[in-house]
Nanobody, 119 residues
Framework: QVQLVESGGGLVQAGGSLRLSCAAS????????MGWFRQASGKERELVAA????????YYADSVKGRFTASRDNGKNTVYLQMNSLKAEDTAVYYC????????????WGQGTQVTVSS
């Protein structure tokens, strides 16, 4: 069983920055592929970024390339999402997720943190 807790969301003006954190406990964090997702109101959840076990970037959504940077610290069981040059369309609830089995299935999810970008 893995518990994921996101933090760092909030209200920011367009062009600003936020750093999200996701702290993991109760499982094999270092052996998990980690992902950041977001879901805007009325839209489907989308994958924003994914990191391999050794912190190689597996994926960035086109909409965030060059602005968002995902990273992880396996010693702290934490994954991060640095978000720069934020836009109103980045407004969403952001979730972290873990693929603990390496199957491509996200089997654990955090509760989400709200990011609101004012234009």
């Amino acid at each position: 069983q893995v518990q994921l807790v996101e933090s760092g969301g909030g209200l920011v003006q367009a062009g600003g920055s936020l750093r999200l954190s996701c702290a993991a406990s109760g499982g094999s964090f270092s052996r998990s592929v980690m992902g950041w997702f977001r879901q805007a109101s009325g839209k489907e959840r989308e994958l924003v970024a994914a990191l391999s076990r050794s912190a190689y970037t597996l994926y960035y959504a086109d909409s965030v390339k060059g602005r968002f940077t995902a990273s992880r610290d396996n010693g702290k069981n934490t994954v991060y999402l640095q978000m720069n040059s934020l836009k109103a369309e980045d407004t969403a609830v952001y979730y972290c997720a873990a693929d603990t089995q390496g199957t491509g299935r996200w089997d654990y999810w955090g509760q989400g943190t709200q990011v609101t970008v004012s234009s």
